[in-house]
Nanobody, 123 residues
């Protein structure tokens, strides 16, 4: 089970830190990812971190503004969002990959999903 939190309403240029706590799975064995789904849009990949935290990868649209990290001792993955823009408004989902590395980033490569946390950026 994955429980995402940390979303909220923020002004453009602001920051948020999302958290995703995992239970019932061997958290440290798998890569973890974040996806988002904006209003009227399809769910899209945001970031992924390998099982050890040694490798990360980001979508081009957020690359310079987002940092993914994980704490395997706490079974938690984080997503730091900086310099937020109105177009970042979306429900953000964390997900557990079927794999250990960061190569596989499609929706179908993840088999456990959190419930999502809403991020709203006002202009």
């Amino acid at each position: 089970q994955l429980q995402a939190s940390g979303g909220g309403l923020v002004q453009a240029g602001g920051s948020l830190r999302l958290s995703c706590a995992a239970s019932g799975l061997t958290f440290s064995s798998y890569a973890m990812g974040w996806f988002r789904q904006g209003p009227g849009k399809e769910r899209e990949f945001v970031a992924i971190i390998s099982w050890s935290g040694g490798s990360t990868s980001y979508a081009n649209s957020v690359r310079d503004r987002v940092t993914i990290s994980r704490d395997n001792a706490k079974n938690t993955v984080y997503l730091q969002l900086n310099s937020l823009k109105p177009e970042d408004t979306a429900v953000y989902y964390c997900a557990a990959s079927k794999y250990r590395g960061t190569v596989y980033r499609r929706h179908g490569d993840f088999d456990s999903w959190g419930q999502g946390t809403q991020v709203t950026v006002s202009s």
